[in-house]
T-cell receptor
Framework: AQSVTQPDIHITVSEGASLELRCNYS??????LFWYVQSPGQGLQLLLK??????LVQGIKGFEAEFKRSQSSFNLRKPSVHWSDAAEYFC???????????????FGKGTHLIIQP | DGGITQSPKYLFRKEGQNVTLSCEQN?????MYWYRQDPGQGLRLIYY???????QKGDIAEGYSVSREKKESFPLTVTSAQKNPTAFYLC??????????????FGEGSRLTVL
């Protein structure tokens, strides 16, 4: 079974600074990988996804992520954060081959991003 | 606009009562899911359904029940057997099991508080 680790529970970044949120996964093959964002009391919104091909994927709101097979990682980056980026961020992994996400995605526990003025 | 609608957004329940959370989608998706979210726990899968009239238990199904009588609807009942039901509940959908890459589309969530 697959698993996801987000090592940082909280991260504080100054507005305008760069951001990197870490995600490591465990899965026996190349997985489907996702980053979602959640504002307080809201559902999850997809930021970006990796299925195959180019390992650097671009998403919405200026985010990007890089799939590194050798490190089993899929870290999320943004060159300059805005106060509106403050939210909870979830990395997720889906299994391949058996109908894709037939039993739903496996999520990390999330990273809470705080933006300092 | 297509999407997933969850209701109610906030719900209060007395101990010993069953409550049902509604989830409706107009995305024409075959698969639907229920997740539970607790602070610091991420999302945990309760039940999922790949097709009408069929559903499977997820990781934390005890104390919950579901039905899937229509493609558009996947209601979740939180029974009195659920020991700690206070949580944020999220419904999601995805296209189907054959072309599915796992991408989920989420509703806005329902917050259940047991008094």
């Amino acid at each position: 079974a697959q698993s996801v680790t987000q090592p940082d529970i909280h991260i504080t970044v100054s507005e305008g600074a760069s951001l990197e949120l870490r995600c490591n996964y465990s899965y026996g093959a190349t997985p489907y990988l996702f980053w979602y964002v959640q504002s307080p009391g809201q559902g999850l919104q997809l930021l970006l996804k990796y299925f195959s091909g180019d390992t650097l994927v671009q998403g919405i709101k200026g985010f990007e992520a890089e799939f590194k097979r050798s490190q089993s990682s899929f870290n999320l980056r943004k060159p300059s954060v805005h106060w509106s980026d403050a939210a909870e961020y979830f990395c997720a992994v889906g299994a391949r081959g058996s109908g894709g996400g037939a039993d739903g995605l496996t999520f990390g526990k999330g990273t809470h991003l705080i933006i300092q003025p | 606009d297509g999407g997933i609608t969850q209701s109610p957004k906030y719900l209060f329940r007395k101990e010993g009562q069953n409550v049902t959370l509604s989830c409706e989608q107009n995305l024409n998706h075959d698969a639907m899911y229920w997740y539970r979210q607790d602070p610091g726990q991420g999302l945990r899968l309760i039940y999922y359904s790949q097709i009408v009239n069929d559903f499977q238990k997820g990781d934390i199904a005890e104390g919950y029940s579901v039905s899937r009588e229509k493609k558009e609807s996947f209601p979740l009942t939180v029974t009195s057997a659920q020991k700690n039901p206070t949580a944020f509940y999220l419904c999601a959908s995805s296209i189907n099991r054959w072309t599915n890459t796992g991408e989920l589309f989420f509703g806005e969530g329902s917050r259940l508080t047991v008094l």
